[in-house]
């Protein structure tokens, strides 16, 4: 369980395919913490430390099913992502339930700057059995976006956009993110809970 307060980014130093399975090897902005098994989310995605290196790196390994749902299949040697390890129950909740479980991907469509902060707008493809399942964003809701919690504005079916400010910009790869990047998207838990109850109405 996360929290979408992002910790800090790893680079990539190294990718490796297995099979289905990608490892990927990535340096640490908390390396004295580190250890096997332990869970750290990556651009959104929960995955499992499986071997600690003599360099201070570590590497996780991502299914098929996590590369079909997400931007790691993208990554490439030198690209950052954005970790978290996971939430301590006796620590606030800054940001929203995060579980690390991405829903799908979305492509940004536009950035712009506005008042010392940014703007960027997303486009997703939405299904209407998606829509069912609570994969969608609501006014003043909660999103997740490659780990990081925020607050939607301009909802629309299949698009939404969110003000990004400046220290999240400095700490995070949205300054990477220009139009035409592939964003991890996990959509609100309570919405799908919601979503899942009307089923039985």
Do not use: W
Not at 93 to 118: F, K, N, Y
Request: glycine share 6%.
């Amino acid at each position: 369980m996360f929290s979408g307060i992002v910790e800090g980014t790893a680079q990539v130093t190294s990718i490796c395919r297995e099979e289905g399975n990608i490892h990927f090897t990535l340096s640490s902005p908390f390396e004295e913490s580190l250890a096997i098994d332990q869970s750290i989310a990556h651009n959104g995605v929960c995955l499992t430390v499986v071997s600690l290196q003599e360099d201070k790196t570590y590497t996780v390994t991502a299914i098929q099913e996590t590369l079909d749902r997400s931007n790691l299949g993208f990554l490439h040697v030198g690209d950052f992502v954005n970790v978290e390890r996971s939430m301590l129950l006796n620590s606030r909740l800054d940001g929203h339930i995060v579980q690390g479980h991405v829903d799908c991907t979305a492509t940004c469509v536009d950035r712009r700057e506005a008042d010392g902060s940014h703007y960027f707008q997303f486009k997703y493809q939405v299904t209407p059995d998606m829509a069912r399942k609570g994969y969608t964003t609501v006014e003043k809701g909660s999103v997740c976006i490659n780990g990081v919690s925020l607050t939607v504005c301009n909802s629309t079916d299949d698009s939404f956009e969110v003000a990004i400010i400046p220290y999240t910009l400095e700490h995070t790869n949205f300054r990477y993110i220009e139009r035409g990047s592939v964003v991890n998207l996990e959509f609100d838990i309570i919405g799908k809970y919601l979503a899942k109850l009307k089923d039985f109405d």
